[in-house]
């Protein structure tokens, strides 16, 4: 039989054909041979809509974007492919930074394509590309009834009050372009790296063309609150429309604001507000947490700790899934965190990640109990898991905005804050100080193996009592170390009557060949000479101070040679209170591997781990059994927490009970905050109560990488704070002593979070340079590894910073001296007055350059009153004693704390700036074993001994040389 094919039919068969090739070229992502083929479809059928849209995604692939949105506009309204043809130009516009250009078009969709979960995703999109996180949260939610992989969605859902950054060709394009909502999104990209000067530009030019943004507004407001210009905020502030109550960002600022006014009731109503917009705003949840806390409100504040401990390792185990494009085990911590925390949609799609097959039996479980519970009107967040509906924090006062704070411009005495009245000069090499810390490094290895990065430390001590200040540095060696090497010994500095520094740890007996960490100084056997405690990475040493000059090894007859771990810092101090000083080593890591391995990167240049490849090690703490042995005493007391790899620590009585506890920084793992219990027998044992009293993380919730512990009072309320320093592209942490074993972390407030973020810090310390009475802050950084490759410095320049007015201005080399413009590899830092001028200097440890000395030359500083402590009734030592110096208006407290830090060891000398007081003096001493005694002084001119008991005060003589 003969079939007749009409021509007709040959070319629809060819014109058919020639669309399924393109259709497939498109899916292949073989973008010419779509483009050719999309082409040939269009010349027999111009109006074909579907080649349209695969000729105008090829011509995007293959760098022509204007021709693709040609190709796009040319579909008509009322062809089936229109409303596509409107997502993929949105998605163009996106592509290339027009965000505006990008809503109006979702805008002009109508239902029901306007409320696809695939609409619902470009929304979130866009909103979170233009920074505006919290209205992005609804569509991004309303996205997840949608098929295929949500893991991005997923991701920012898990952090829902931050900005995912963008891939780094889009946000060039949105900064080139400058549209108003892309401004605002890299505003808020900005910000949140600390670049608080070129956020707040792009506020300004994004505003001046679009002045109605309110989350620019927001931001804007917050970065005044920030920077501390009460002025530009009210006036900023008072520009705000009535729809910003609405917000939680509106809420979130005013809490700010609170809180640098000190003003904790406020604080709590505005954080309160913050969770009725936005329930799982993580920094609030944390924030009002440990503000109840503080309040006495246990449970409720237990409550909302907890949520925030959630909100955290959801946010932690979220972002590794956004590095390793994918682990079982994160996912199946995500869908257990999000069902706990009452978000049972976005459970569900974490589950769904992992296909049937591949679930763990974890997963599996989760998923059905889910299933369960889910219905289709089940709501992002069920209600009996929003904390702010279940507890009313409506009593606490709204804030008042009429009060203006103290403009930080000056100082509490009124007169303008200078920077010219402090100067520091590095007078190491004049003084014949001459010592460099190597870290065991093989030149010709590259990257870095753990122990290559972590540094020595120094102490600061009186050896021979002889009035001046003395020094030692511990010494790194090469690996495996050689007991009998002579080249890389530690080093003791015999202060000679403030002329010189001469090297003497020969003829006092110390051969430390060990690979050196940190130091305590402290008089272990309560003679009166104090001793030392080196710490290393293959052993520590105990050397007992003789009284004539000489120390003598007591590391095996004390039983401490028989512990062999990483100790990274360490202490002296009684902690149950018997007058005995105990030990406390900080240890790191452990493993064979932390001596040997070195990690590669994504880049695949090899570098050193993080410290989270390796177990971490548990600290151990040894009792002072009063015949020069100590026993260990780790589980017994409770200091055998997990997961703590430290490198930080102080002692202090936090909350005056006459009793010592312990903070210790960790790296990349929550801190830990030891407080001491009465037992049952009248003993005492010690709880970690890190994240209950708020020192485990940071502002949000966040564990941060913790290095180095200053300790002091510069908010001048009477109790002990801490400042810690942390890695690079994280903010340093400052916590505020709230009372009742609560802090909170106010270095935003208090302007320390941004200066430091592209820094890593060290060590750090309290010092108040010009003595007006408020505490300064130094701290040394540098890197852990050379990524100089990738712009990040490897060595850092050190940062000193001005409190003025309890808020912190950081000043430069050319106001307070060249020292704070070279950059090195800081660690260690101790504080001293090797000149006994009556001002603090500064011994600091670098890697691989010379250590310094650096010496306060500030030229016109305030009065100055200085003690030491002697006590009787408890340790020699008085750790945890704090003084009250009351002159004229000013109210001072200090405390004797010790551990001081990164593997340092201060002068045991109390120091207070008296400004130009010229009054009488009232000093009232609160000793660690429960006694007190009050003096009245004229006009001190030399440091004071107090000794326990003693109706006078002693002055300090000096031994002439």
Same mark, same amino acid.
């Given at each position: 039989?003969?079939?007749?094919?009409?021509?007709?039919?040959?070319s629809?068969?060819?014109q058919?054909s020639?669309?399924?090739?393109?259709?497939?070229?498109r899916t292949e992502?073989?973008?010419?041979? &779509?483009?050719?083929?999309?082409?040939?479809c269009l010349?027999?059928?111009?109006?074909?809509?579907?080649?349209?849209l695969?000729?105008?995604?090829?011509?995007?692939?293959?760098?022509?974007?204007?021709?693709?949105?040609?190709?796009y506009r040319?579909?008509?309204?009322?062809?089936?492919?229109?409303?596509a043809a409107?997502?993929a130009?949105?998605?163009l516009?996106?592509?290339?930074?027009?965000?505006?250009?990008?809503e109006?078009?979702?805008?002009?969709?109508?239902?029901?394509t306007?409320?696809?979960?695939?609409?619902?995703g470009l #929304?979130?999109?866009?909103?979170?590309?233009?920074?505006?996180?919290?209205?992005?949260n609804?569509p991004?939610?309303? !996205?997840?009834?949608?098929?295929?992989?949500?893991?991005?969605t997923?991701?920012s859902? %898990?952090?829902?009050?931050?900005?995912p950054?963008?891939?780094?060709?889009?946000?060039a394009?949105m900064?080139?372009?400058?549209?108003?909502l892309?401004?605002?999104g890299?505003?808020?990209i900005a910000?949140s790296?600390?670049r608080?000067d070129? +956020?707040?530009s792009?506020?300004r030019e994004a505003l *001046?063309?679009s002045p109605?943004?309110?989350?620019?507004?927001?931001l804007?407001?917050?970065?005044?609150?920030e920077?501390?210009?009460?002025?530009?905020?009210?006036q900023?502030?008072?520009?705000?429309?009535? &729809?910003?109550?609405?917000h939680?960002?509106y809420?979130?600022?005013?809490a700010?604001r609170?809180?640098?006014?000190?003003?904790?009731?406020a604080?709590?109503?505005c954080?309160?507000?913050?969770?009725?917009?936005?329930?799982d705003?993580?920094?609030?949840? @944390?924030?009002?947490?440990?503000?109840?806390?503080?309040?006495q409100?246990?449970?409720?504040?237990?409550?909302?700790s907890?949520?925030a401990?959630?909100?955290?390792?959801?946010?932690?185990?979220s972002?590794?899934?956004?590095?390793?494009?994918?682990?079982a085990?994160?996912?199946?911590?995500?869908a257990?965190?999000?069902?706990?925390?009452g978000r049972?949609?976005?459970c569900?799609a #974490?589950?769904?990640l992992?296909?049937?097959? +591949?679930?763990?039996?974890?997963?599996?479980?989760?998923?059905?109990?889910?299933?369960?519970l889910?219905r289709?009107?089940?709501?992002a967040?069920?209600?009996?898991?929003? /904390?702010?509906?279940?507890?009313d924090?409506?009593?606490?006062?709204?804030?008042?905005?009429?009060?203006?704070?103290m403009?930080?411009s000056?100082?509490?005495?009124?007169h303008p804050?200078s920077?010219?009245?402090?100067?520091?000069?590095d007078?190491?090499?004049?003084?014949?100080l001459?010592?460099?810390?190597?870290?065991?490094?093989?030149?010709a290895?590259?990257?870095?193996?753990?122990?290559?990065?972590?540094g020595?430390?120094?102490? +600061?001590?009186?050896?021979?009592l002889?009035?001046?200040?003395?020094?030692?540095?511990?010494q790194?060696?090469?690996?495996?170390?050689d007991t %009998?090497?002579?080249?890389?010994l530690?080093?003791?500095?015999r202060?000679?009557?403030?002329?010189r520094?001469?090297e003497v740890?020969?003829?006092?007996?110390i051969?430390? %060949?060990?690979?050196?960490q940190g130091v &305590?100084?402290?008089d272990?056997?309560?003679?009166?000479?104090?001793?030392?405690?080196?710490?290393?990475?293959d052993?520590?040493?105990?050397?007992?101070n003789?009284?004539?000059g000489?120390?003598l090894?007591?590391t095996?007859?004390?039983?401490?040679?028989?512990y *062999?771990?990483?100790?990274?810092?360490?202490?002296?101090?009684?902690?149950d209170?018997? *007058?005995?000083?105990?030990?406390?080593?900080?240890?790191?890591?452990?493993g064979?591997?932390?001596?040997?391995?070195?990690c590669?990167?994504?880049?695949?240049?090899l570098?050193s781990?993080?410290p989270?490849?390796f177990p971490?090690?548990?600290?151990?703490? @040894?009792?002072n059994?009063?015949?020069?042995?100590f026993?260990?005493?780790?589980?017994?007391?409770g200091f055998d927490a997990?997961?703590g790899?430290?490198?930080?620590?102080?002692a202090?009585?936090?909350?005056?009970s006459q009793t010592?506890?312990?903070f210790?920084?960790?790296d990349?793992?929550?801190n830990?905050?030891?407080?001491p219990?009465?037992l049952?027998d009248?003993?005492?044992?010690?709880q970690?109560?890190g994240?209950?009293?708020?020192?485990a @993380?940071?502002?949000?919730?966040?564990? /941060?990488?913790?290095?180095?512990?200053?300790?002091?009072?510069?908010?001048?309320?009477?109790?002990?704070d801490?400042?810690?320093?942390?890695?690079?592209?994280e903010s340093n942490?400052? @916590?505020?002593?709230?009372?009742?074993r609560?802090f909170s972390?106010?270095?935003?407030?208090m302007?320390?979070?941004?200066?430091?973020w592209?820094l890593?810090g060290?060590?750090?310390?309290?010092i108040?340079?010009?003595?007006?009475?408020l505490e300064?802050?130094?701290?040394v950084?540098?890197h852990?590894?050379?990524?100089s490759?990738?712009?990040?410095?490897?060595?850092m320049?050190?940062?000193f910073?001005?409190?003025?007015?309890?808020?912190?201005?950081?000043?430069?080399?050319?106001?307070?001296?060249?020292?704070?413009?070279?950059?090195?590899?800081?660690?260690g830092? &101790?504080?001293i007055?090797?000149?006994?001028?009556?001002?603090?200097d500064?011994?600091i !440890?670098?890697?691989?350059?010379? +250590?310094?000395?650096?010496?306060?030359?500030?030229?016109q500083?305030?009065r100055?009153?200085?003690?030491?402590?002697?006590?009787?009734?408890?340790?020699?030592?008085a750790?945890?004693?704090?003084?009250?110096?009351?002159?004229?208006?000013k109210?001072?407290?200090?405390?004797?704390?010790?551990?001081?830090?990164?593997?340092?060891?201060?002068?045991?000398?109390?120091?207070f700036?008296?400004?130009?007081d010229?009054?009488?003096?009232t000093v009232?001493?609160?000793?660690?074993?429960?006694s007190?005694?009050?003096?009245t /002084?004229?006009?001190?001119?030399?440091?004071?001994?107090a000794v326990?008991?003693?109706?006078?005060?002693?002055q300090?003589?000096?031994?002439?040389?």
């Open positions: 039989m003969l079939v007749l094919v009409s021509a007709w039919q040959v629809e068969y060819r058919n020639m669309r399924a090739a393109a259709l497939l070229a992502e073989r973008w010419s041979e &779509a483009e050719a083929l999309a082409v040939s010349e027999s059928r111009p109006s074909d809509s579907e080649m349209m695969v000729l105008g995604e090829a011509l995007e692939h293959l760098g022509s974007p204007a021709d693709a949105l040609d190709t040319r579909i008509s309204a009322g062809s089936h492919s229109r409303n409107t997502l130009i949105a998605s516009f996106m592509r290339q930074g027009r965000l505006s250009d990008a109006t078009e979702l805008q002009s969709l109508r239902a029901p306007s409320q696809s979960p695939e609409v619902h #929304w979130g999109t866009l909103l979170s590309l233009s920074g505006r996180q919290w209205e992005a609804l991004l939610h309303r !996205s997840l009834k949608g098929s295929g992989n949500h893991l991005a997923l991701i859902l %898990a952090n829902p009050a931050e900005m950054a963008p891939p780094e060709a889009v946000f394009q900064l080139r372009v400058r549209d108003p892309a401004l605002l890299g505003a808020k910000s790296v600390g608080k070129q +956020a707040t792009l506020l *001046s063309r109605e943004l309110l989350e620019a507004q927001l804007l407001a917050t970065l005044l609150v920077a501390g210009d009460e002025a530009s905020f009210l900023c502030f008072n520009l705000l429309p009535e &729809a910003a109550w609405q939680p960002a809420w979130l600022l005013l700010t609170a809180e640098s006014a000190t003003d904790s009731g604080a709590i109503r954080y309160w507000e913050t969770l009725r917009r936005s329930p705003y993580d920094r609030a949840t @944390y924030q009002l947490g440990q503000l109840l806390a503080a309040e409100r246990g449970d409720e504040a237990q409550q909302f907890d949520r401990r959630k909100l955290s390792e959801l946010t932690e185990h972002a590794k899934l956004y590095d390793r494009k994918g682990s085990a994160e996912i199946a911590s995500c257990r965190l999000t069902l706990e925390l049972l949609p976005e569900r #974490w589950c769904e992992l296909p049937d097959e +591949a679930r763990p039996t974890v997963v599996r479980e989760i998923d059905t109990q889910v299933r369960k889910l289709e009107d089940t709501p967040l069920l209600p009996e898991a929003d /904390l702010a509906k279940r507890f924090l409506s009593s606490y006062p709204l804030p008042d905005l009429t009060s203006r704070r403009d930080p000056h100082t509490r005495s009124g804050a920077s010219s009245d402090i100067l520091f000069l007078e190491a090499a004049a003084l014949g001459q010592f460099t810390y190597f870290n065991g490094e093989i030149s290895s590259p990257g870095r193996r753990m122990f290559e990065y972590t020595g430390g120094v102490a +600061a001590f009186d050896y021979d002889d009035g001046w200040c003395d020094l030692y540095f511990t790194g060696t090469t690996w495996p170390p %009998a090497d002579s080249q890389f530690d080093a003791l500095f202060n000679v009557a403030g002329i520094m001469c740890s020969h003829l006092a007996g051969h430390d %060949a060990g690979f050196g &305590a100084a402290g272990f056997d309560n003679d009166g000479f104090p001793d030392l405690y080196v710490a290393n990475i052993g520590n040493r105990l050397y007992k003789q009284g004539d000489t120390f090894d007591m095996s007859r004390s039983g401490l040679a028989r *062999s771990h990483w100790t990274t810092s360490c202490l002296l101090a009684d902690l209170g018997d *007058s005995l000083p105990d030990v406390y080593d900080v240890t790191y890591l452990t064979d591997e932390i001596y040997t391995r070195v590669q990167g994504d880049d695949t240049i570098a781990c993080p989270s490849l971490a090690a548990v600290d151990h703490v @040894y009792q059994q009063g015949d020069g042995t026993i260990e005493m780790t589980r017994e007391w997990p997961n790899d430290g490198l930080g620590i102080v202090a009585d936090f909350d005056e010592i506890s312990l210790i920084a960790n990349g793992r929550p830990f905050f030891f407080a219990q009465k049952p009248g003993k005492l044992a010690w970690e109560l994240l209950v009293s708020g020192l @993380y940071d502002e949000a919730g966040a564990a /941060l990488a913790c290095m180095g512990v200053a300790a002091g009072d510069p908010n001048n309320d009477g109790r002990v801490l400042f810690v320093t942390n890695f690079y592209n942490s400052l @916590y505020i002593n709230l009372g009742a609560t972390d106010r270095a935003r407030t302007r320390l979070r941004d200066p430091s592209s890593l060290f060590g750090t310390q309290f108040d340079a010009d003595h007006d009475g300064d802050l130094i701290l950084n540098g852990v590894d050379d990524f490759y990738k712009q990040i410095p490897y060595k320049r050190p940062q910073f001005h409190n003025i007015a309890h808020s912190f201005q950081e000043r430069f080399a050319d106001e307070i001296g060249d020292f704070f413009h070279l950059p090195r590899l800081g660690r830092v &101790a504080r007055d090797w000149n006994r001028d009556g001002l603090d500064l011994a !440890s670098h890697i691989g350059d010379p +250590a310094a000395l650096l010496t306060n030359k500030s030229p500083p305030g100055g009153l200085r003690i030491q402590l002697v006590a009787t009734n408890s340790s020699r030592d750790i945890g004693t704090r003084v009250t110096v009351q002159a004229g208006q109210h001072l407290t200090r405390q004797l704390t010790a551990g001081d830090g990164y593997q340092a060891s201060n002068q045991r000398l109390l120091d700036g008296l400004g130009n010229t009054g009488e003096i009232d001493i609160h000793w660690i074993s429960g007190t005694q009050s003096f /002084l004229k006009n001190p001119t030399q440091p004071l001994i326990e008991g003693n109706q006078q005060l002693l300090i003589t000096v031994e002439s040389h």
